[in-house]
Structure formats: structure tokens, C-alpha cells
């Protein structure tokens, strides 16, 4: 199984409040992923990253942010959580553009 | 960008049975993936299979990429196959990306 870990696996907060979840790899891919999983909709992209500091947006990435300072982590941040992004999340990892993406574990999140 | 469709929505089999599962998709593809979600939410990894035939163990797939459609085989199913199918192939245009379908419901009943 690929190295990737997710914290926290799971979070409650309240409306308003910020929010960062972590995805850790011991794989040195240089692509991250962040996705959303809801009902009915797949998972979704929401942000990618190519390289340390390198990041780009996805398809849903309104209301989120991330960040990259190293190979191994990349950051999903929520500045002011909405009730729209409870969720699950999960972080993936590939080592080019095209190459097979593997996935972490999930976080779920619930914003009351 | 690309659009995908999976076929059934939702699929009931006795343990045993075999089973096709297909995954219809609008343009075409460099990359498609195959993956599994258990019951407990983590996603398995099953095919990369842009185009041809795969197989590993009683799974096999196919991707007709000149046809735009790919289809995943379960012979001889068990109550672990159990959970969703998602197909997610990605667009040959520029900054493209994995685009998954909405998922096939397995359950396999003992």
C-alpha cells in the first residue's frame, strides 16, 4: 500500500471556524491531490499540487486553500467552515500527471 | 470536461455469480482507473488501464478507448466484493484530470 496518511480521520466544528486537514506521503510522488466525496456525486477534485509550492485549482475549489512548503505534505484549509462542506476528504498521491493516483485513507468532516 | 456514465447504478448478486460493470465516457483518454471502495470507506486500487485487457485474479478489464467505454469483470463473486465501483478515466486536453463516475453499488449476498 502507498504511504499516505490523513489527520484527523475524523472532525466536527462548528460554522465560522477554520480548518486544516493534513495529508502525509512517504512515497516522494511529486503530485497531491485533494478530493471531496459526497452522495451521489463520485469524488470531486478540489485542489492538486505538481511540486513544492506549486499548486492549482479544481473543480469545486470555491471556500478552499492549501498549501505545500515540503515533498511530503500538503495542507487543505477551510478558512471559515461552512455547513456545504461537510464531507469526506481524501488526499491522493501520483507520481506524474498521468501516473495511477493512489488515495488515502479519508477524513470525515462535519461542519454543525 | 469529459463526462462519465456508469452502468447499472446498483447491482444484487448471489456468492458466485459473475458480473459486468461498465463505464461509458465522452472524449477521449490517456489514463483510466478502476477502484473499489469497502464498506469502510478506503479506496483500493483495482486497474490502470487506458486501453486493452487487464486481469488480476477473478477480476479482469477491458478499455475500448476508440469506442470510449471500458467494462470490469467479477467472476466467481464473494460478500468481500461487496462496496462501489468507481471508473475515472482522464481527458487527453490539456490540464486534465481524473473524473470519476458516480459509482456502481455491489452487494453480494451469501
Known amino acids: 500500500d502507498a504511504g499516505i496518511t490523513q489527520s484527523p480521520r475524523h472532525k466536527v466544528t462548528e460554522t465560522g471556524t477554520p480548518v486544516t486537514l493534513r495529508c502525509h506521503q512517504t512515497e516522494n510522488h511529486r503530485y497531491m491531490y485533494w478530493y471531496r466525496q459526497d452522495p451521489g456525486h463520485g469524488l470531486r477534485l478540489i485542489h492538486y499540487s505538481y511540486g513544492v509550492k506549486d499548486t492549482d485549482k479544481g473543480e469545486v475549489s470555491d471556500g478552499y486553500s492549501v498549501s505545500r512548503s515540503k515533498t511530503e505534505d500538503f495542507l487543505l484549509t477551510l478558512e471559515s467552515a461552512t455547513s456545504s462542506q461537510t464531507s469526506v476528504y481524501f488526499c491522493?498521491?501520483?507520481?506524474?500527471?498521468?501516473?495511477?493516483?493512489?488515495f488515502g485513507p479519508g477524513t470525515r468532516l462535519t461542519v454543525t | 470536461g469529459i463526462q462519465v456514465e456508469q452502468s447499472p447504478p446498483d447491482l444484487i448478486l448471489q456468492e458466485g455469480a459473475n458480473s459486468t460493470l461498465r463505464c461509458n465516457f465522452s472524449?477521449?483518454?490517456?489514463?483510466l482507473q478502476w477502484f473499489h471502495q469497502n464498506p469502510w470507506g478506503q479506496l483500493i486500487n483495482l486497474f490502470y488501464i487506458p486501453s486493452g485487457t487487464k486481469q488480476n485474479g477473478r477480476l479482469s478489464a477491458t478499455t475500448v478507448a476508440t469506442e470510449r467505454y471500458s467494462l470490469l469483470y467479477i467472476s466467481s463473486s464473494q460478500t468481500t466484493d461487496s462496496g462501489v465501483y468507481f471508473c475515472?478515466?482522464?481527458?487527453?486536453?490539456?490540464?486534465?484530470?481524473?473524473?470519476f463516475g458516480k459509482g456502481i453499488t455491489l452487494s453480494v449476498r451469501p
Open positions: 491522493a498521491i501520483s507520481e506524474s500527471e498521468r501516473g495511477e493516483q493512489y
Open positions: 475515472a478515466p482522464r481527458g487527453t486536453v490539456a490540464n486534465s484530470k481524473l473524473t
Open positions: 472524449d477521449s483518454v490517456n489514463n
